[in-house]
């Protein structure tokens, strides 16, 4: 199973309404990512979980806000975002390598086609 | 600084014809990976060919390979006998150091094969 699945598909929501975002795997993989892509714009990361520990941040505002519950899930709780928020949410995983360790690749889901209105 | 460069925004081919995307990077770290990622228009990235700073021998899976040319830092995708079904966002991708796939993206190329 080489699936990362992410619900909903697509997502339209108010300035002031609370949502979150799932992302699911199953492949034993122990660090999941977060990445926002813009239309016509490559992803951009936004988060790094490792053993389900945060690792990294890029400095997202706190409107965002992740969650690692368990090794295969990996949340993305989203609160009074605003318009410019709207983007394709796209969720990753991989084998969390030790530097010079495994090079294996990270396996997206769909992604989130969200809307902010 | 641009960390990957894709300096193809379109690329058309015919079908069962070859097509080369290019791609180039920037790093001062002797360890990375670059990676190539397919998205096509329902937005998940599809993973293709992982090129290793290491790796002697340039990547091949099935029609895809990797033109690796450490020296001048370039990574290009060759993709052979194009299908209709090849038309989609190609991404170029690196990551430094080992451990996380902390990503970098190019801003893609639009491959369109045409029959």
């Known amino acids: 199973d080489t699936e990362v699945t992410q619900t909903p598909k697509h997502l339209v929501m108010g300035m002031t309404n609370k949502k979150s975002l799932k992302c699911e795997q199953h492949?034993?993989?122990?660090?999941m990512y977060w990445y926002k892509q813009k239309a016509k714009k490559p992803p951009e990361l936004m988060f790094v979980?490792?053993?389900?520990?945060?690792?990294i941040n890029e400095s997202v505002p706190s409107r965002f806000s992740p969650e690692c519950p368990n090794s295969s899930l990996l949340n993305l709780h989203l609160h009074a975002l605003q318009p410019e928020d709207s983007a394709l949410y796209l969720c990753a995983s991989s084998h969390a390598g030790t530097p010079g360790g495994l090079n294996t690749e990270a396996f997206f889901g769909q992604g989130t086609r969200l809307t902010v209105v | 600084a641009q960390k990957i460069t894709q300096t193809q925004p379109g690329m058309f081919v015919q079908e069962k014809e070859a097509v080369t995307l290019d791609c180039t990077y920037d790093t001062s770290d002797p360890s990375y990976g670059l990676f190539w990622y397919k998205q096509p228009s329902s937005g998940e990235m599809i993973f293709l060919i992982y090129q290793g700073s290491y790796d002697q021998q340039n990547a091949t899976e099935g029609r895809y390979s990797l033109n690796f040319q450490k020296a001048r830092k370039s990574a290009n995708l060759v993709i052979s006998a194009s299908q209709l079904g090849d038309s989609a966002m190609y991404f170029c991708?690196?990551?430094?150091?080992?451990?996380?796939?902390?990503?970098?993206f190019g801003t893609g190329t639009r491959l369109l094969v045409s029959p």
């Open positions: 991708a690196m990551r430094e150091g080992g451990g996380f796939q902390k990503l970098v």
């Open positions: 979980y490792s053993y389900e520990k945060l690792s």
């Open positions: 492949m034993g993989h122990r660090a």
